[in-house]
């Protein structure tokens, strides 16, 4: 079934092939290139099953952002997946302190994240 | 800027210190035992303490210098000073001039490599929604049902070619049926012939008779005159009856002549419309095998369209997957560039401190630690022990 996502990466490209492979499932995708930039869209866009984002991005990091959403009564129980190069354990049991559901690291094959945006949305 | 420490500036010994404050604190405890003087005492026992503490740090500063010192010396031991004022000097220019270039040429080639991978995301998924709109149809579900409906209407077509086979078949022996009862008519109609000629042979036969009954008659005088009337009305029916006889016989000879050149003419018909079946029926099963083959392409270009479709599919999954190198890439690129400010700008503020640059290299090893995000700086910073390459993509759900 088709689900509205929020994909927050500051890097284009990786924007461009994370679409590409959530459109191609049929989902709709909303674009972000860092966290104040997600917020807003958040605001924009009332109906948003599932956010995907990066964590190292400049003026704000996933990891804050995923926090100021979840603040948002709206976005209180939004599941969160984490899509990052990063791979350390302290980084992770942060996602995860702050309601973080998934940890996906970079590079990512497509099947992988369309199975946890199965799961997850 | 180095700095020496001798021992020439060592504070005297804690022992004296201790030994010079107990003879004070004897000499007043003998000639004076007022509270003022427990006061003095407890006043100089504190004095004692600070002393101790401070003479503790001092040597414990001291000792570390003193290391630090010993370091700096085993240092220039190794390269004779002024050899090793001129390499460092020109180390430091060198690195000074190199830096920069080093920082310029990996921003630009980091944000070349990002704009190109961007690009070429870009027509990926172009190429992907071009091929996505083409095959809009070609899903399984979709050929399935289409396969399905045109299975259906080519089983019907059968049934109705089937149906009219059957037709003109039945028809064929309708027609040949007919013409046998017809024929048997014209053979009905020769039996009527005959039964005519045996009437006329009767009629003869009478007439005959009437003759002679007419000539017995005769013999009989004036008592065969009623009985001559009777055979002359005998002979005329006879005649008669031979006359129509006749007529009758050449009527049927007429109509079975006619009969048989309208049986003749629908033999012909006949024949010539079974080879005209013979043809449809011939028309019917090549259109009928037409179809079928038609059917065997479609279906054998859906199949290699399906095909076509997941090869496309897969190759676009592994396109998403290796172009996310750029990003790895990019953030490694984007370290090492803040690394290099960072000992830039360490290198200009110790620039006449080489101890303080010896100690400035562990800060931008820690700095360099901490800015690490892949496994790829990791490994080069000795904090990973296993081969990043062999790093899959891992989810992991909490």
Redesign the interface.
């Known amino acids: 079934m088709s689900k509205t996502i929020l994909v927050v990466?500051d890097?284009?490209?990786?924007r461009?092939?994370v679409?590409?492979?959530l459109k191609?499932a049929g989902h709709q995708v909303i674009e972000a290139v860092d966290g104040v930039d997600a917020l807003k869209k958040l605001d924009d866009n009332k109906k948003v099953h599932l956010i995907v984002s990066d964590?190292?991005m400049p003026n704000m990091d996933g990891l804050s952002f995923v926090k100021a959403a979840k603040a948002k009564a709206e976005y209180r129980f939004t599941p969160v997946l984490m899509l990052?190069?990063?791979?350390?354990e302290d980084k992770?049991a942060e996602?995860?302190a702050i309601g973080?559901?998934?940890?996906?690291?970079?590079?990512?094959?497509?099947?992988?994240l369309l199975?946890?945006v199965t799961?997850l949305a | 800027m180095e700095f020496m420490v001798s021992d020439a500036t060592k504070s005297p010994p804690v022992s004296k210190l201790v030994a010079a404050t107990g003879i004070i604190v004897a000499l007043t405890a003998q000639y004076a035992v007022s509270a003022s003087v427990y006061a003095l005492l407890l006043n100089a026992a504190s004095l004692l303490s600070l002393v101790i503490f401070y003479q503790f740090q001092f040597n414990r500063q001291h000792s570390s210098l003193l290391q630090q010192q010993q370091a700096h010396r085993q240092l220039l031991k190794k390269v004779p000073p002024p050899e090793y004022e001129a390499a460092y000097n020109c180390l430091m220019d060198n690195l000074d001039a190199v830096l920069p270039v080093w920082q310029c040429i990996l921003a630009t080639s980091n944000e070349d490599m990002t704009n190109a991978t961007q690009a070429l995301s870009e027509h990926f998924s172009d190429i992907n929604f071009a091929v996505e709109q083409g095959m809009q149809n070609a899903n399984d579900d979709a050929v399935q049902q289409r396969q399905q409906r045109i299975n259906k209407v080519a089983l019907a077509a059968r049934d109705s070619f089937d149906t009219l086979k059957v037709a003109i078949e039945t028809g064929g022996k309708r027609d040949t049926e007919t013409l046998n009862v017809l024929e048997q008519l014209v053979s009905g109609l020769q039996s009527v012939e005959g039964r005519v000629s045996e009437v006329q042979k009767i009629a003869s036969q009478i007439n005959l008779l009437s003759l002679n009954a007419a000539i017995e008659a005769a013999r009989a005088g004036e008592a065969g005159r009623g009985f001559a009337v009777v055979a002359d009305e005998v002979r005329k029916l006879a005649n008669f009856s031979a006359e129509i006889g006749q007529q009758i016989n050449s009527s049927v000879n007429e109509f079975g002549e006619q009969l048989k050149a309208a049986i003749g003419q629908a033999r012909t018909s006949v024949t010539e419309s079974r080879g005209q079946q013979q043809q449809n029926l011939g028309v019917i099963d090549s259109t009928m095998a037409q179809i079928s083959s038609e059917l065997d392409v479609i279906s054998s270009d859906t199949s290699s369209l399906l095909a076509l479709r997941q090869q496309v599919a897969g190759h676009m999954q592994e396109v998403v997957y290796h172009l996310q190198f750029q990003d790895r890439l990019s953030q490694v690129l984007q370290h090492t560039n803040e690394a290099l400010e960072e000992l830039q700008q360490l290198l200009e503020r110790n620039k006449y401190n080489k101890l303080g640059l010896l100690a400035s290299a562990t800060e931008l090893l820690e700095h360099m630690q901490s800015r690490a995000t892949t496994d790829l700086e990791r490994k080069a910073l000795g904090m990973l022990h296993q081969d990043y390459r062999n790093t899959e993509s891992e989810l992991t759900f909490f």
């Open positions: 990466d890097s284009a490209s990786v461009q092939v679409s590409l492979a191609s964590v190292n990052t190069t990063e791979s350390g992770k996602g995860k973080v559901k998934a940890w996906l690291v970079k590079p990512f094959k497509p099947e992988l199975s946890a799961k």
